[in-house]
């Protein structure tokens, strides 16, 4: 009986210790399942946008103006991070979020010295206070210790390592060592000096009152401090450690990362919630658009702005981007290569491609450049003036408007719009399409952006297939899908071959003629008032677009994309040049069929006649009641003249002379034998009615 009710005591104690530690682990389970660590607060990071090879273009801080930029410990000096464990955490790697060891012993130290020598605060620890601050206190420091253990649980180490490299304060609003390592060193941690090192490992345990820009003093010592603990624990000579405390300070903080201001963010809003992002982007090449689109944005005047776009054509890769000639000036916070304006001209080679496409007309088809009215609408050419027939590779390199107007007559406006909206541009058109009134968007009726031009042009480089623009360079390399297509393969090398003929910009000398001088296929265009200016084309596997202009939409009086536009791609293709040791300035050989025999003369049988005398709108000057003028057309057949309805009569050699009763306006009307209709709207004026 004695021996035995020891034994159920220890049973029952037994039972009940066993018992407790069982409600205490579920206990722990049940709040680390209900309460578990902010992880997720920690993946709040500053976005870097990075070139096509990695350099840093632009970073973006987060909230409250903090640059907090995400680590990453293959990124990070390795002497760094053994420095760092060696200070604040040695047995980071062999404890579980709390190190008894050093509980143990900075207890220990507490009680000899009755002060608190040393923390015993563990990486993780100080990663979970940072992720959820609290009050330095006890409670708060239990919290930290089942914080950490909760974090190792979800967490590798390296993972804890590099959140805790993430959020460490460097005062101010720096936030990171990266961070820190832009700010102090102008650089990422990448490779580190042993003083800078130093630095680094300081600052985050008293970072107000260690900033080397406020408190020099304090920075110093405290850098001197950690180099002698690091002497101390072998992992530098005493020598060098005195050479490095030695080291100047940074006494200021360095830009973070800010080029391509624009570009870098389409390269964000395409990335995601990634931290960073590879794009396309050539650093060199970016760096030599800013300053050529400045230059001509200077050369404009106050008020003007500029933006461009170099496109890879083969992998649609972005490889330079503007947005504008900077932020200092009117419009330059805006990407003015996403901003819709009328790309006047430049979307005339897409209207002949149609043509091609349909088979109606040929490079060397011969068409009318005559004064010609479509109903309401009665385009002019730039100049004012008519060349009779021509070409219609000679009306697209001289960018004549009356032939672009009757060639998309016969292809249909509608259709021309949705060819470019199926190819991936995004045109804006006022109104409708239908009718004489949609001719316009053959002469820049519509508004598309510097985006758009590219998606076309790099369409026309790559024989008719239509692609969108990669901005991260995982889209470059792996180009899924089947492409769009807006023209056939045959039909858009006939019109790049077009293009590559148009003439050279004054000071440039023709490919033709000079060894050095590149192969551009360029188009450009003035939209209606001078109120934008444009420069499209390719060259050597490279599409480019050049905009400027007043970004409120003012026009500028004989402004002209030939005269600002055009100097700027050609400078640009020379940019690519310098910075491409691939680019090869050489237009492709190919050869041209023979224009068919059908395709001679644009729309021979089909045409209305075309009146030459008087032209629309012209004012007649009558000397003397009874003056006649003798009427003129082209047309099929035989032509019949009338006046306000009534037929014209024939002078003695049959040409018809139209008599005015007297001063007014007047309809001239012309038909041909198969009906065919055009009208004339005059003024007659006399003497005696001039006034």
Same mark, same amino acid.
């Given at each position: ?16 210790? @066993? ?9 722990l389970?049940?709040?680390d ?30 909230? %409250?103006?903090?640059?907090r930029l995400?680590?990453d ?7 760094f ?7 604040e ?46 009050p ?24 804890i ?13 720096l ?17 580190l000096t ?19 820009? #406020? ?13 002698? /603990? ?6 530098i000579?005493a020598?060098?450690?005195?050479d ?26 395409r990335a ?7 794009s ?5 090449l970016q760096?030599?658009?800013e ?8 050369a ?8 461009? #776009? ?7 890769? *972005? ?7 900077g932020?200092?000036r ?5 990407d ?16 002949? @491609? ?11 088809t011969?068409?009318e450049?005559?004064p ?8 002019e ?5 008519? /060349? ?20 998309l ?16 541009a ?7 399409l239908? @009718? ?10 519509? @508004?598309?952006?510097?985006q758009?031009?590219? *998606? ?7 024989s ?9 360079? %995982?889209?470059?390399?792996t ?14 090398d006939d ?13 440039r ?19 209606y008032?001078?109120?934008d ?10 599409? *480019?677009?050049?905009?400027?202009? $007043? ?17 700027a ?20 050989a ?24 008087p ?11 009874? $003056? ?10 035989a ?15 049959g040409?018809? *002379? ?6 007014g ?9 198969a ?17």
């Open positions: 009986m004695s021996l035995a009710l020891p034994t159920t005591r220890w049973r029952r104690w037994g039972a009940c210790a @066993g018992a407790a530690l069982l409600t205490g682990v579920l206990t389970i049940a709040l399942l209900h309460f578990p660590p902010p992880i997720k607060r920690g993946q709040v990071v500053s976005f870097v946008a990075e070139d096509r090879e990695g350099r840093p273009l632009r970073a973006f801080p987060v909230e %409250n103006g903090r640059w995400a680590a410990l293959e990124r990070i000096d390795p002497d991070i053994d420095a760092l464990l060696l200070i955490d040695q047995r980071f790697y062999d404890h579980w979020g709390v190190d008894p060891l050093a509980v143990l012993r900075a207890s220990g130290q507490a009680i000899q010295r009755g002060r608190i020598v040393s923390g015993a605060s563990t990486i993780t620890m100080q990663t979970a206070r940072l992720l959820e601050p609290r330095r206190d006890l409670g708060s420091k239990i919290i930290e210790a089942f914080r950490a253990i909760q974090l190792e649980r979800r967490l590798s180490k390296d993972e390592l590099a959140l805790y490299l993430t959020h460490t304060p460097y005062g101010g609003n936030q990171g060592v990266r961070a820190a390592s832009w700010a102090w060193f102008g650089r990422e941690p990448d490779t042993p003083d800078q090192i130093a630095l680094l490992i300081a600052l985050p345990q008293s970072p107000e009152v260690r900033r080397p820009d #406020l408190r020099p003093a304090y920075a110093e010592a405290s850098r001197a401090a950690i180099l002698t /603990r690091l002497a101390d624990a072998g992992w000579s020598a060098r450690a005195d490095a405390a030695t080291e100047a300070l940074p006494r200021q903080r360095n830009a973070f990362p800010a080029d391509a201001w624009h570009a870098a963010e389409a390269v964000r809003r995601g919630d990634a931290p960073f992002a590879r396309t982007l050539d650093m060199r760096a030599e658009a300053r050529i689109v400045e230059q001509i944005a200077s404009g005047g106050s008020g003007v702005q500029a933006s461009a #776009l170099v496109i890879e054509i083969e992998t649609r890769a *972005v490889r330079a981007l503007v947005g504008s000639a932020r200092n009117a419009g330059g916070w805006l003015l290569t996403a901003a819709p304006r009328s790309p006047g001209s430049t979307l005339k080679p897409l209207v002949y @491609g149609l043509a091609f496409e349909d088979g109606i007309a040929a490079p060397e011969l068409i450049d005559l010609a009215r479509f109903a309401n609408y009665r385009p050419n730039f100049d004012r003036s008519f /060349r009779g027939e021509v070409t219609i590779a000679d009306a697209l390199q001289h960018s004549l408007n009356v032939p672009a107007v009757r060639v007559d016969e292809v249909g406006a509608a259709r021309f719009a949705s060819v470019l909206d199926h190819a991936g995004r045109p804006q058109i006022p109104g409708a239908e @009718g004489a009134s949609g001719l316009a968007v053959a002469l820049g009726g519509l @508004g598309l952006s510097a758009d031009l590219g *998606v076309i042009y790099a369409a026309l480089g790559d008719g297939r239509a692609r969108p623009l990669a901005f991260l360079q %995982n889209d470059a390399t180009i899924d899908g089947a492409p769009r297509r807006l023209l056939s393969a045959e039909s858009a019109i790049v071959d077009v293009l590559y003929g148009s003439p050279a910009p004054p000071g000398m023709p490919a033709h003629l000079s060894q050095s001088a590149p192969d551009i296929a360029y188009k450009t265009g003035t939209s008032g001078f109120r200016a444009w420069a499209a084309g390719i060259s050597g596997g490279y599409a *480019v677009v050049v905009w400027t202009g $007043r970004p409120d939409g003012a026009p500028r009086a004989g402004v002209t994309g030939r005269s600002a536009a055009l100097p791609l050609f400078d640009l293709v020379d940019a690519i040049a310098r910075t491409d040791p691939h680019f090869n300035p050489r237009r492709p190919r050869q041209t069929a023979q224009t068919p025999s059908a395709l001679d003369r644009f729309a021979r049988d089909g045409e209305p006649p075309v009146i030459l005398f032209p629309e709108d012209a004012e007649l000057w009558a000397e003397h009641e009874g $003056r006649g003028f003798v009427l003129s057309a082209r047309g099929e057949g032509l019949s003249w009338y006046a306000d309805g009534e037929p014209v009569t024939r002078d003695a050699g040409s018809p *002379v139209f008599t005015p009763s007297g001063p306006f007047y309809e001239l009307a012309v038909v041909d034998e009906g065919r209709t055009t009208r004339s709207n005059v003024q007659v004026r006399m003497p005696d009615a001039a006034s």
